[in-house]
């Protein structure tokens, strides 16, 4: 098989493609063949050292891929030849409290990824992907469309008359924007772009405010809110951008914290925080029945996960260029099959 390895993390080009010998599926694993990947930031964070986490050089890289069973294991019960499915993020959390293994798991930094064509896992590491999705579609759920779920779902679940704050255009953003839409919530949503502010708004957003023109855009984000402020941060941009969210979010409202986007931290105010009267929730993806919850949802609703742009295998790298230069709005995917 074909596989991609970042030999170094020194740039871009030390992502390299190589034949491989084909893995074989041991007991209690099955055998996928990838037909799509896509990229989240993280893929970007590690390579340029911006990755919170250990990561080392070596792995295949990639967190996110749908593609088909093509063999089970020994004992596999759960699944059979041909059933299309979407890899988890988090292979062994299941449900409840994170196991120790949550970091050291992780694909691409400590372990190989997807972004190849065959990959032996464990039956407990995939979910089937909806019916109503392409593989392209399927392989951005795992870690930008469960991230947007977990932000939303709990532990008190966005509704209708809720207000949501998505900041940015990017994966996990353009997902909570579709999902709080789903369910009748109002999105007010940033960008950078006034070309991406028309396509937000296309997609549902009530109002946008630009975050680059408008230093004080929490500010703003509240005065759309005629004052009261949203029931949800969706916060993806981190350390310079939490002073703003703690304007913009309503009295016991919730900032989900998800991203490092920003590269200034000038720190935070205590008083600023307590002040807001909001919670703060640190959000490490999501958990296998998450996956499973937000796949119904999807299926359920019909929601098409907005793809900016597919990459063929071979385009690999401009793949993770068009990434990093931020001018996508939604998800890039790789296509690993013709
Ligand atoms: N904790 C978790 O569980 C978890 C899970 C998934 C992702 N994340 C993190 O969440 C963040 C978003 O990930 P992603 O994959 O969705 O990213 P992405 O697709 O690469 O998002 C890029 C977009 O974010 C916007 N952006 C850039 N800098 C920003 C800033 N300072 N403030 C606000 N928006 C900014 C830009 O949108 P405009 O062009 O519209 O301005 C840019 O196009 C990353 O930090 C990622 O590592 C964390």
């Known amino acids: 098989m074909k596989a991609y390895r970042f030999d170094s993390f020194d740039s871009l080009d030390d992502l390299k493609m190589r034949e491989e010998t084909d893995p074989r599926p041991q007991r ?6 990838v037909r799509a990947v896509s990229l989240n930031f993280r893929d970007i964070a590690i390579l340029r050292g911006r990755y919170p986490r250990k990561a080392l050089p070596g792995f295949i890289p990639v967190s996110d891929a749908a593609g088909d069973v093509v063999e089970v294991g020994e004992g596999v019960k759960s699944f059979q030849v041909g059933d299309r499915v979407i890899g988890a993020f988090h292979p062994r959390w299941f449900s409840g409290e994170a196991p120790s293994t949550v970091l050291s798991d992780s694909y691409g930094a400590e372990n190989d990824g997807w972004l190849c064509e065959l990959k032996a896992v464990s039956q407990e590491a995939v979910v089937r992907m909806p019916d109503t999705l392409s ?9 930008a469309g469960l991230t947007a779920w977990t932000a939303l779902a709990g532990p008190v ?8 704050l998505v900041q940015g255009s990017g994966g996990v953003s353009i997902f909570a924007l579709q999902l709080a839409r789903a369910v009748g919530a109002t999105v007010i949503a940033t960008t950078s772009s006034a070309r991406k502010a028309e396509q937000l708004r296309a997609l549902g957003a009530a109002g946008i405010v ?10 703003s984000v509240r005065a759309l809110t005629g004052g009261r402020g949203v029931d949800r941060v969706v916060e993806v941009g981190g350390p310079g951008a939490i002073a703003q969210s703690l304007r913009a979010v309503a009295l016991g409202g919730e900032i989900a914290s998800i991203g490092f986007l920003s590269t200034e931290n000038p720190g935070i105010d205590f008083f600023q925080l307590k002040g807001s009267g909001a919670s703060f929730r640190n959000i490490a993806v999501g958990d296998r029945a998450g996956l499973l919850d937000l796949n119904r949802a999807v299926a359920a609703t019909g929601l ?4 900016d742009r597919v990459f063929t295998f071979d385009q690999a790298k401009e793949a993770f260029s068009h990434l990093e230069s931020g001018a996508h709005l939604g998800k890039v995917v790789i296509r690993c099959m013709a």
């Open 304 to 307: 098409k996960p907005v793809i």
């Open 28 to 33: 209690g694993e099955v055998l996928v063949r």
């Open 157 to 164: 679940p966005i509704r209708a008359g809720h207000t949501v």
């Open 135 to 143: 593989y392209e579609e399927g392989s951005t759920l795992p870690c």
């Open 210 to 219: 630009n975050y680059a023109e408008d230093p004080q855009w929490g500010k």
